[in-house]
């Protein structure tokens, strides 16, 4: 019996001289050719392209047996534009072809060959940079032309409307084909430990690690793409919307396009599996689910662009570094917002914290990290806050306007900024803030701690002293308050009375140091 060509067509064009269909193999021979239009998916057993024949595809095509060019590269062409790229799956090794990537003008790209043969003549009058985890740095590569780019190593690629303007490079050589298993770089001095560049090997989408499908070895779980000058990431273990960060809703990294991942230890590797490959427009892999955990996210927009900071409250997680489950800060270009909540020294983009954060202290504080490199007006707008299980109060505050917001009442806070402005600029509070009101006095000192740091805020134009005593009545320290916002950082752990003096009258207040 003839086994039968199974196609699914939406709109396929066809220009034959020769096309066989009904068989187990689909030809295009004897100079004929063949366009598999954007939003058209074709599937065949085994696909045979003549001498002199050509199949364009900017849709989807899948060979789930035997894939044979005989007609060089110019036979079988990939196309892409800024509305998309051509995807094709596919088993068979060496398959010649010609694969295209469009780069628009004046932005960085992650890009990454699907070829094996590629060179960095590809990318000639394009700047293209390589990272190093090592040292945290870019090498800029431009000699010599014929410099091998690395299968499954990803690069940073800018088309100047200097030189090319929006512009379409093209992969001309033997698609890859086969898992690729990798070493990833690990240098515990390095300002960026772990932080490997890889890039998809294939020229079809692949899909980050849904269902533990990639075999990995001290990895984190967060996939990062940079998108429109901000970075977005993706990670599977977390659930619901919690695995999105920056609008990433799902585990797609695009046909050649690069993407980061985080090595944990000088033991780290992971394997890309081709088992993995999928076409883009499969909504399968999209997440809309709800979250399991308590969850608050923090998006400041700016400028066109937006950041976010997400802190999630789950048990089995730590207020240190979960490799599985952060997502370290990585900062966007300065006309983006940069948003990022700090713990123990660290910035996180996304923070897990174990549920028992929430009751350790009294009224704990996150600081909240914000940079922007130009003038400008920022709002920052909350997420979470109906939880039925975050069901504390929640406040923000702005440390250099003086401004606190209840986040349940107002989801959302606008606010000026300068590049000059101080990081450290906001304070989220879990419960009411601390604070006496002394009796007739309009103004109010807010006296709370966070880890180490005793914060002493005073309002409007207030000076004072404050003195700090342990528990026994020894005095620990004393300081004078010139400034709004008052810092002081204890080596000592445990509860603290602090008292302060201000013209207005004395405030009372015991905190808890940890360190």
Known sequence: MTKKLHIQILVLFLIIVNCTIGQSTLSVVNGGKMNISSGTSVQSQNMDIGIGSQLVSTGDLTVSGTLANDAGTFGLVIKSDVNGTGSLLHNSANVLATMEQCLASERW??????????????????????????????????????????ASEGYSAWASDNLTGTVTVNYEGNLNNGDYPLSLAYTPVSNATGWNLLGNPYPSA????????????????????????????????????????????????????????????????????????????????????????MSLCLKASANGYSDEAAIIFMDGASNGFDALYDLKKMYNVDEAPNISS??????????????????????????????????????????????????????????????????????????????????????????????????????????????????????NDDRGEAAIFDMAGKKVCDMKLTDKLTKKSLLQTGYFVVKVWTDGGVSIQKVFIKS
Not at 234 to 257: F, H
């Open 206 to 293: 692949i899909v980050w690690n849904l269902d533990n499908t990639w075999d990995r070895m001290d990895v984190g779980g967060w996939a990062v793409v940079y998108d429109n000058a901000t970075f977005k990431g993706w990670n599977p273990y977390l659930t619901g919307s919690d695995r999105s960060y920056n609008g990433k809703t799902d585990g797609i990294i695009p046909a050649t396009q690069g993407f980061w991942v985080r090595a944990t230890s000088a033991l780290s590797g992971l394997t890309i599996p081709q088992s993995q490959r999928t076409h883009n427009n499969q909504p399968f892999y999209k997440d809309t689910g709800e979250s399991n955990y």
């Open 342 to 459: 700090k713990i123990e020294g660290r910035e996180y983009s996304v923070n897990v914290l174990p549920v028992g954060f929430l009751d350790a202290v009294e009224s704990p504080v996150i600081p909240v990290n914000f940079k922007l490199g130009i003038e400008g007006q920022c709002t920052i707008t909350v997420s979470g806050t109906e939880s039925s299980d975050l069901s504390v109060p929640i406040y923000l505050e702005d440390l250099q306007d003086d401004v606190m917001t209840d986040l349940r009442a107002n989801e959302n806070y606008v606010f000026s900024v300068s590049p000059l402005d101080d990081p450290s600029r906001f304070l989220l509070h879990f419960g009411e803030p601390l604070d006496i009101e002394e009796p007739g006095n309009s103004n109010t000192i807010h006296i709370y701690s966070h880890g180490a740091l005793v914060y002493i805020r005073l309002a």
């Open 109 to 150: 790209h992650l890009v990454s060959s699907p070829m094996a043969n590629a060179t960095i003549e590809t990318y000639l009058d394009i700047y293209l940079k390589k990272w190093n985890e090592t040292d945290s740095t870019w090498t800029y590569l431009t000699q010599p032309i014929s410099m091998p780019m690395n």
